[in-house]
T-cell receptor
Framework: DVKVTQSSRYLVKRTGEKVFLECVQD?????MFWYRQDPGLGLRLIYF???????EKGDIPEGYSVSREKKERFSLILESASTNQTSMYLC?????????????FGQGTRLTVV | AQSVTQLGSHVSVSEGALVLLRCNYS??????LFWYVQYPNQGLQLLLK??????LVKGINGFEAEFKKSETSFHLTKPSAHMSDAAEYFC????????????FGKGNQVVVIP
């Protein structure tokens, strides 16, 4: 069974803290994604990575950075957490090859910044 | 950039009635299209995907979607709603050429009325 694992289901952090969200996939996928999910706004792409050490900004990259040092792991970093970053964060992975490659999602991390 | 539009954030349907969720994409070249479902407190799972082999696509749990190039649409239907269909549904698009970026619509929250 394919698996995308996010390190935490729930996190509470203080304003100004540096926050790391970790995601691991076991499918040898080239592409990995971080999305933010907010009510009424759907899933918005923060960053995605198409190979080790390679990344592209998504639609809302401000306040975030990412790291992909190994193919199976993609980290999202909040350099200085703010209350407006309270949200559900979803990680996904996807293989190459277009039409047959759907994305697989982790369970999500609900982050609260206080 | 590719995008999808889903109208009507909340959709109420009576048990046993037709479920119809609309998705329109913006692209000059038909992209890859997907429908995902998210049950409460869970990640997203694939319902179905358009592979260009057939315009009518059947998915899990009795759902199907029809690709209409002339209308740039990929609407999701189910003939008879069940209580277990209460969830959030997302349409997603990925470009036919270029990167593997996956963009989502804002979602439809489906409520099934007994």
């Amino acid at each position: 069974d394919v698996k995308v694992t996010q390190s935490s289901r729930y996190l509470v952090k203080r304003t100004g803290e540096k926050v790391f969200l970790e995601c691991v996939q076991d499918m040898d996928h080239e592409n990995m994604f971080w999305y933010r999910q907010d009510p009424g706004l759907g899933l918005r792409l923060i960053y995605f990575s198409y190979d080790v050490k390679m990344k592209e900004k998504g639609d809302i990259p401000e306040g975030y950075s990412v790291s992909r040092e190994k193919k199976e792991r993609f980290s999202l970093i909040l350099e200085s957490a703010s209350t407006n970053q309270t949200s559900m964060y979803l990680c996904a992975s996807r293989g190459q090859g277009g039409v047959h490659t759907e994305a697989f999602f982790g369970q999500g991390t609900r982050l609260t910044v206080v | 950039a590719q995008s999808v539009t889903q109208l009507g954030s909340h959709v109420s349907v009576s048990e046993g009635a037709l479920v119809l969720l609309r998705c329109n994409y913006s692209s000059s070249v038909p992209p890859y299209l997907f429908w995902y479902v998210q049950y409460p407190n869970q990640g997203l799972q694939l319902l179905l995907k358009y592979t260009s082999a057939a315009t009518l696509v059947k998915g899990i749990n009795g759902f199907e979607a029809e690709f209409k190039k002339s209308e740039t649409s990929f609407h999701l239907t189910k003939p008879s709603a069940h209580m277990s269909d209460a969830a959030e549904y997302f349409c997603a698009v990925s470009p036919y050429y270029g990167n593997n970026r996956l963009a989502f619509g804002k979602g439809n929250q489906v409520v099934v009325i007994p």
